[in-house]
């Protein structure tokens, strides 16, 4: 009995430590600005809403679950990268209502659609200027409200310390330094017992 309760606590860990799933609002974000004085923090797709991490430059779907997508890259002109190969630009363009926005397009301005599996961009058949109530604030869409502090509209400054790292086992929340800590004492009291 206590072997498989080691075991689904293992299970448990590395399922939280799967690739593609984000702890990316623990990290600082981009904000993009525009030449009117506008800025932005989300960029729009088809499909959903992404922001970019400042330290890597990958793309994080913030639409539903936070999943960082591993094979993205954006460098500081705006172009996207999937898999080495450029597929498209962010950029500012105006929304259905006017709005500077922030939008991931193809070469000729239509909107990327972007599979949330494994992060491939197609273009979609629509423009910008078609999509109407889009947001700019990263804050809207984040599983993790406590990263945006009070008012919701702030960004993790890169000075500050990001808040601990943690996962949720058995609808507790524990700090991941802990749980690895819990689960190295777990292994070593399992190899003592087979060793004695």
């Given at each position: 009995m206590r072997l498989r309760f080691h075991l689904t606590i293992h299970?448990?860990?590395?399922?939280?430590f799967a690739p593609g799933v984000a702890v990316a609002q623990t990290f600082a974000w981009q904000v993009f600005s525009d030449v009117t004085g506008e800025t932005c923090e989300v960029v729009h797709t088809a499909n959903a809403d992404l922001v970019?991490?400042?330290?890597?430059?990958?793309?994080?779907?913030?639409t539903g679950q936070d999943i960082t997508l591993q094979d993205t890259a954006v460098d500081?002109?705006?172009?996207?990268?999937?898999e080495g190969a450029e597929s498209g630009l962010i950029s500012f363009?105006?929304?259905?209502?006017?709005?500077?926005?922030?939008?991931?397009?193809s070469l000729?301005?239509?909107?990327?659609?972007?599979?949330?599996?494994?992060?491939?961009?197609?273009v979609s058949e629509f423009f910008p200027e078609e999509i109407t109530g889009v947001s700019c604030a990263a804050c809207d869409f984040w599983d993790d409200q406590t990263v945006c502090g009070d008012g919701g509209d702030d960004?993790?400054?890169?000075d500050e310390s990001p808040p601990l790292l943690t996962i949720t086992v058995c609808g507790v929340s524990t700090p991941i330094a802990f749980a690895a800590m819990?689960?190295?004492?777990?292994?070593?009291?399992?190899?003592?017992?087979?060793?004695a």
């Open positions: 299970v448990v860990l590395a399922m939280a970019v991490l400042s330290s890597t430059g990958q793309l994080v779907i913030v500081t002109s705006g172009f996207v990268f999937f363009q105006p929304d259905g209502a006017g709005v500077r926005t922030l939008w991931w397009t000729t301005g239509r909107i990327i659609n972007v599979d949330e599996l494994t992060g491939e961009p197609t960004v993790v400054d890169d819990f689960m190295g004492l777990a292994s070593i009291r399992l190899v003592r017992r087979r060793s």
